[in-house]
């Protein structure tokens, strides 16, 4: 069982927005002061791929270049939760969305970092 969920994907229209987010699974689960939460994203047919991370300690964020500007992270520290707010959505972003945690802060890119992930939820996009 994954130690992480995510929920509130859904099927929208060009330019439509969702918010979507990651809880743990288990109230055992600790998000620990280091860490680092990301997002990813995986497409039919293609290599998954990093969207956006934000880093426990300071809040700080990062951003895939392809969704700067239209995706936001954002983080609620009391409830271990992470959402991603992402507006003008766009066909090129119709993928399973999954989050996870690293506990390597300088790694946040890096996919094989990070050592928890969710089952994911999918995000479709029409035109």
């Known amino acids: 069982q994954a130690q992480l969920a995510e929920s509130g994907g859904g099927s929208v229209q060009v330019g439509d927005s969702l918010r979507i987010f990651c809880s743990p699974s288990e109230r055992t689960f600790v998000i620990y002061a280091n860490d680092v939460m990301g997002w990813f994203r995986q497409a039919p047919g293609k290599e998954r791929e990093f969207v956006s991370a934000?880093?426990?300690?300071?809040?700080?964020?990062y951003y895939a270049d392809s969704v700067k500007g239209r995706f936001t992270i954002g983080r609620v520290a009391a409830e271990n939760t992470v959402y991603l707010q992402m507006n003008n959505l766009k066909p090129d972003d119709t993928a399973v969305y999954y989050c996870a945690r690293n506990s390597d802060p300088y790694s946040w890119q890096d996919g094989s970092k990070y050592s928890v992930w969710g089952q994911g939820t999918q995000v479709t996009v029409s035109s």
């Open positions: 934000v880093t426990w300690r300071n809040n700080k964020k």
